[in-house]
């Protein structure tokens, strides 16, 4: 069973629309968890980056949640562009281990 | 400016046959990493150098092997290619592997189909 585990795997939104995304894990203990954006036919790309002792971070319009108590992240977009479509990645990290363990991701389609 | 630049882009090929992807980063990283990324579209670690020398080798077959001739390069060489190889490879790069906050940075991929 994958320790990462994402929710859910696509979601349709119409643009200028608000939508979050679920991230659960079972690492433990972990140093740190972050979210990628990984567009069509590219590489992913880091979006936010949070330690346990973190409970939220903002990038533009991406705002990521962090409950350690929990084991869950949550990635909420606000006023969706076209741009956004693409897969989010949510990946933690143990400490000192120098792997990273990746969710499948979550599938983003924003309408016009 | 590429940060990290793999070649080729795409790469189709018969199965049996031995290939190479290649990557380069001019971000002056000390790490440089390999993953597979399936059709479920999981990203999985298969090998990770620290200037020039190996420190992830996860279980993957030895028709697989890493060469990293300068902390700028890490190349990866496929022998006797099956269907099951077909994926898209990504290679990354980072300051170094044991920085808490460390951001990977992802090449375009790889996307290798054997037939």
């Known amino acids: 069973k994958n320790q990462v585990e994402q929710s859910p795997q696509s979601l349709i939104i119409l643009e200028g629309k608000n939508c979050t995304l679920q991230c659960n894990y079972t690492v433990s203990p972990f140093s740190n968890l972050r979210w990628y954006k990984q567009d069509t036919g590219r590489g992913p790309v880091s979006l936010t980056i949070?330690?346990?002792?973190?409970n939220t971070k903002s990038n533009g319009r991406y705002t990521a949640t962090l409950d350690a108590d929990t084991k869950q992240s949550s990635l909420h977009i606000t006023a969706s562009q076209l741009s956004d479509s693409a897969s989010y990645i949510c990946?933690?990290?143990?400490?000192?281990?120098?792997?990273?363990?990746f969710g499948a991701g979550t599938t983003v389609t924003v309408r016009a | 400016d590429t940060a990290v630049s793999q070649t080729p882009k795409y790469l189709v090929t018969q199965m049996g046959n031995d290939k190479s992807i290649k990557c380069e980063q001019n971000l002056g990283h000390d790490t440089m990493y390999w993953y597979k990324q399936d059709s479920k579209k999981f990203l999985k670690i298969m090998f990770s150098y620290n200037n020039k020398e190996l420190i992830i080798n996860e279980t993957v077959p030895n028709r697989f092997s890493p060469k990293s001739p300068d902390k700028a390069h890490l190349n990866l060489h496929i022998n006797s290619l099956e269907l099951g190889d077909s994926a898209v490879y990504f290679c990354a790069s980072s300051q170094g592997p044991s920085i808490r906050e460390e951001t990977q940075y992802f090449g375009p991929g790889t996307r290798l189909l054997v037939l």
């Open positions: 949070m330690t346990f002792s973190e």
């Open positions: 990946v933690v990290r143990v400490p000192g281990d120098y792997k990273l363990s």
